[in-house]
Structure formats: C-alpha cells, structure tokens
C-alpha cells in the first residue's frame, strides 16, 4: 500500500530559502519519494509539499498550475485559499495563496502578528488541501512553529474528518526556541482555543510551536542529541519538564546534505575542483581567496573561515573574543554572513583589530560561501546550540576541519577523538566560552602544523557519508510504524 504524506513548511528550496528549514523541506520529501520507490524494497511514499505562495516566490515566476480556490473557515466568516501546483520536480508541490500570505511582506516579517495571521490561515489552508484534491492523507508532518497549527487543529474534532479523518501527525523540530509567540489572536480568530492542560506552562498553552508538540503523535528533531538536550533546563527553553513527558513519543533524525550541490568536484563556483584523489590541488583555492580579498598568500598559515548568520545563536561572538586570546599565534580568517546588527558590528570590530589578517565581509554571496570552504583550512561553528547545522558538514565534505562546539547536531556529524586525532574528523569543545573555544583553537593549530594528522582528518571528513538517503529510510520507518500503530487502534 502506497503511503500518503502530506509535508508541510513555511520555506523551501529552490522556491524560496532564508534558514535551514528552507534545505530541509526542499530536499527531504524529494529523497523519502527517491528511497521508496517501486523496487526499493520499502513501501511506496507518495509525499507532497505544501508551502505557502509567499511573494518572494511569485516573483521568480515558477511554472505553476492554477487549481482552483476553497474556503478556510474562521470564527467569523471565512478566507479564501487558491491552490497552485508546481510539478516540474520529483514530487507534487502545492503553493497555497490569499489574503494573509498575499502581502508583498517577507517570508518572515519583524511583526509576529502578521506571521500568526500568515501562519495560521496557511496551516489550516493546507488542512483543506486533502478534501479539496480528493486524496487521503495517511501522515501530516510540520516543521517548526510555523505550521504547528495544522497539528494542533487535526486534534479537533471538526478538522479530523474526510480525507484527514485517520491521519498521524509529525512535529518536526528545527528550533525550539521559536515558539510563534503573539499568534494568539490569529488562532483565536480562526477558532482554536488555547490548550487547558497545566502540563503545558501557562505562557505556552497559546503558542503554536508548544501546541504541536502537545497534539503530535511523534516528535522528531532533526537530531539525535538535539532530541536529548531539548529534555534539559539548558537547552529546553521552559519546556523541558513537559517534554520529558513526552519522551517516548520524541526521537533525532539527522538531516542530510545535498551532496550534488555541494560536491568540491564539481562546483563551478571553485577556482580550482578536486576530490580526495586530488587534494594535493585544494590549496590552489586558498592562494586564490588570499589574493582575492587582499591577505596575505601564505600557504602555511592556517586559514579559518566562519560562514554564517550573525545571530547569537550561532556563536559567533565566542569566536571573536576566543580569537582575540590567539592573538599571539598566526592564522588569517575570514568571515561572511549578514544578521543581527550587533553581532555584524562586532565582526567587523574583529577586522579592526586585525586589519591585515582578518576580512569581515557583511553580506550574502553564494559563490564566496562555495571558495570559502574549499578555500579555508579550519572553519568555527562555536554554536550556543545546534539542532543539527548544515556547515560543518559541507566544510567537512570539502576538506575543511570543523572545529565546534559539542552540541546538537555538531556531535552527531563530527567524530573528536582526544586521544587519537588521526581518526577525527573535527575538533569539539564542551563549554561555549571563548577561553575553551581558544585553547580548542590552538590545540587545532598544533594539529593543523602535523600535516600527516591533518591531512588523514581532512580524508576522513570528506569520506563521511552525509546524504539524504539515510534519513529518507528513517523518517519512511517512522511512517510506517505511525499507520501500523492507526490501524491496530482502529481493531
Ligand atoms: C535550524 C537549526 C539548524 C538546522 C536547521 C535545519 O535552522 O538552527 O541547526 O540545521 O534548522 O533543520
């Protein structure tokens, strides 16, 4: 029997993109339909994507088929919604329009009321999709906050009928502490009440990403260790108590990575291609970004690049004021991202105090991020946390050695072996401060100065297996243990 899965996200990849959500939904449903197709020895997965026609979008004119239109009830009246389908790809995505995705506002704004609005019609839009396409839904999975609300609304009685009516539910977390905070009044008006349950603290009964983890049937972060660290004050953002009460419904899936794209091999956006036959080539990119941006050529200078959003989340001031420790040693970096003012400002602040060594370059360039992990020798992910990054796997594919902190996802795709650093892939460190991050830092520099060492770390990484095919099998085992679990309750 074919499962049906209905994948719901706020962003996706090549449509639109502004975090990591945006690779995820673009290339997850893609690779569970690749994995289970006929003759894959699994069950066929028939997935479709659901994200809303933001205006980004409509303004790359992709080629899409109008649909038609239905209603989305609210408490009062109703909202129109106009469903487009795109079918270009490997699987069916649907961009649903109206009035509360149709403002020409970013995909996500500053004003959190006018993204509980967005979100909320769009959540409950794609719960009419299933009628409106005539087609069963055996799994409704979301992703983060966003369309948290379609899981919530599912609990209901007076959406869990029609095509929907035996569905199981998937909350897929990508970060936690992005609750959908001042949504209440767009839920309100579309007629879900707050949760009453004292299991959920008071402040969260009204949030949509709580609210979907309450009413899911599993939970999966997009990481094994993530999945444990959200059950701890650390890193539980107030909800650790009722998450630990949810434990057996909570597991980590780890995300891939898109390793056509990403393939040092092939990038066009490289000065000079290679692959682990052809390391010996790798360092023709450093002397070229060196000469680039106005560094010195040194190849023996260790090169150390940060390619991020400037967010505190990510670190990055650790890293800064950690480099600041090293100043005695010799190393050249490079940084590139745009974010939060301060964080940017202190980046900056970094080629200040380094003029001839340092390059912070505030701004978003797709083909600088490609030279720069083929370029760099070592690249800094000091993240306060991490539910699972994208970067250090590229860079790893790439042959550039990570160092980061032991955190979510970063311990579950770097091996830091102390004691035996030729089988590492990476440098990990536990407390994020920038005295631990900088006595990490120079306990790589020595590493990085033994090149036989070096060179096995940079082979090892660029041999880890990081595609999507490994997830794809796990999230298809999830579904099927869902609708085995449905039917049994229904004998
Ligand atoms: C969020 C997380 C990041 C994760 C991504 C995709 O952006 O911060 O760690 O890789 O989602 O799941």
Redesign the pocket.
């Given at each position: 029997m074919t499962l049906n899965v209905l994948f719901l996200a706020a962003e996706a990849e090549p449509f639109i993109k502004v975090?990591?959500?945006g690779?995820?939904a673009g290339a997850l449903p893609e690779a569970i339909h690749n994995a289970t197709r006929p003759g894959s020895g699994l069950p066929e997965v028939d997935i479709r994507l659901v994200i809303p026609f933001h205006y980004a979008i409509k303004e790359r004119h992709f080629e899409t088929q109008y649909l038609g239109e239905y209603e989305v009830e609210k408490l009062e009246g109703s909202e129109k919604c106009q469903v487009y389908l795109y079918k270009k790809g490997d699987i069916p995505v649907y961009l649903l329009d109206g009035l509360p995705i149709n403002e020409k506002s970013p995909v996500y704004s500053i004003d959190p009321i006018h993204d509980g609005y967005k979100f909320v019609f769009f959540s409950l839009a794609a719960l009419g999709l299933p009628q409106f396409l005539d087609w069963r839904v055996d799994i409704l999975q979301a992703n983060d906050w966003h369309t948290a609300t379609a899981i919530y609304a599912l609990s209901k009685k007076k959406y869990r009928k029609g095509r929907l009516k035996d569905a199981r539910t998937i909350h897929t977390l990508?970060?936690l502490p992005f609750m959908g905070f001042g949504v209440q009044q767009a839920l309100t008006d579309y007629g879900l009440p707050p949760i009453e349950d004292p299991i959920l603290p008071e402040w969260a009964r009204h949030s949509p990403l709580p609210m979907g983890l309450y009413a899911a049937d599993r939970i999966i972060a997009?990481s094994p260790h993530?999945a444990e660290e959200i059950l701890t004050p650390e890193f539980g953002c107030g909800l650790d108590d009722f998450l630990k009460s949810r434990s057996d419904a909570i597991s980590g899936i780890l995300?891939g990575l898109d390793t056509t794209r990403w393939d040092p091999k092939t990038d066009p956006a490289l000065t000079q291609n290679y692959d682990l036959a052809s390391l010996p080539l790798r360092p023709r990119n450093k002397a070229a970004l060196q000469a680039q941006l106005g560094l010195e050529v040194r190849p023996d200078t260790p090169l150390l690049t940060l390619v991020s959003r400037m967010d505190p989340?990510k670190g990055i001031d650790i890293a800064l004021r950690g480099l600041h420790e090293c100043q005695d040693e010799d190393w050249q970096a490079v940084m590139l991202g745009t974010g939060i003012p301060y964080v940017e400002e202190m980046a900056q602040q970094l080629e200040v105090a380094f003029p001839g060594r340092v390059r912070s370059l505030i701004k978003f360039d797709g083909n600088l991020a490609h030279q720069l992990y083929a370029a760099a020798d070592i690249f800094m992910m000091p993240?306060r946390?991490?539910?699972?990054?994208?970067s250090q796997m590229i860079s790893m594919r790439y042959g550039c050695v990570p160092i980061a902190r032991a955190t979510?996802?970063l311990v579950d795709t770097i091996r830091y072996l102390p004691r035996s650093p030729k089988g590492s892939t990476g440098i990990l460190f536990k407390k994020p401060y920038p005295s631990v991050f900088a006595k990490a830092l120079k306990r790589t520099f020595r590493l990085y100065h033994k090149p036989e060492i070096w060179r096995q770390m940079q082979v090892n990484g660029m041999a880890s297996d990081f595609s999507w095919q490994q997830s794809a099998r796990q999230y298809e085992a999830v579904y099927e243990d869902l609708v085995t679990e449905a039917k049994r309750s229904k004998l």
């Open positions: 975090g990591g959500l690779d995820v990508h970060n997009v993530y995300n989340q993240s946390y991490e539910p699972c990054g994208l979510g996802g």
